[in-house]
């Protein structure tokens, strides 16, 4: 998740996987990995938009909650400054921006988005999934170092979580991906 390399012809840093689909079984740590790496992102990088799409209001307080938590029980010396903290937002002092919003058809589409998680995709109702997946990916694709994290349980095979899950069993593998990012 967190491997990333310097693009020197664009002056970035882009994460060497973009894309990541982690399609696994119930009770497995999926979340609590998850919080960790936001945690992560919030405290070593910048100017930085992160966007958690969630089942619904629910759920994205559950989840806000759980970012909290490891924030407040951080080191004094690792604390991120907090500008602003609410049920769904949490501003720091390094201008990074991590909103939680459910998962509706229009949720986050004029928002930049630096890194997009989709927690439990797989659970949200399969139109609704749908809708909400095509009207975000255009957002998240305009950046050159944006990264898009789908996390779930697997559900149903008439779900976009499925459809997206078999494209990426056609798709290059990492290995491929590596040379590519060597040729560059």
């Not at 012809?9 to 790496?37: E, F």
């Not at 986050?108 to 609704?128: N, Q, W």
């Amino acid at each position: 998740m967190s491997e990333e390399y310097y693009d020197a012809k664009n002056d970035l840093v882009r994460p060497k996987n973009p894309k990541i689909l982690l399609m696994q079984s119930r009770q497995t740590a999926k979340t609590t990995t998850t919080v960790c790496y936001i945690v992560w992102k919030m405290l070593f990088t910048h100017d930085k938009n992160i966007m958690l799409g969630s089942l619904n209001k629910d759920t994205c307080e559950e989840f806000m909650d759980k970012i909290k938590n490891v924030i407040m029980r951080l080191p004094f010396f690792m604390k991120m400054g907090i500008t602003s903290m609410s049920k769904k937002m949490i501003v720091t002092d390094n201008r990074n921006r991590l909103i939680c919003v459910p998962t509706t058809g229009s949720s986050g589409v004029s928002f930049t988005i630096h890194y997009l998680i989709l927690d439990e995709f797989g659970v949200i109702p399969p139109a609704k999934a749908r809708a909400y997946y095509t009207s975000i990916k255009p957002t998240l694709s305009s950046l050159k170092s944006g990264q898009c994290i789908i996390l779930s349980t697997p559900r149903s095979s008439s779900h976009v979580f499925y459809d997206i899950y078999r494209r990426s069993l056609l798709a290059p593998t990492n290995d491929n991906r590596e040379k590519e990012l060597e040729k560059a």
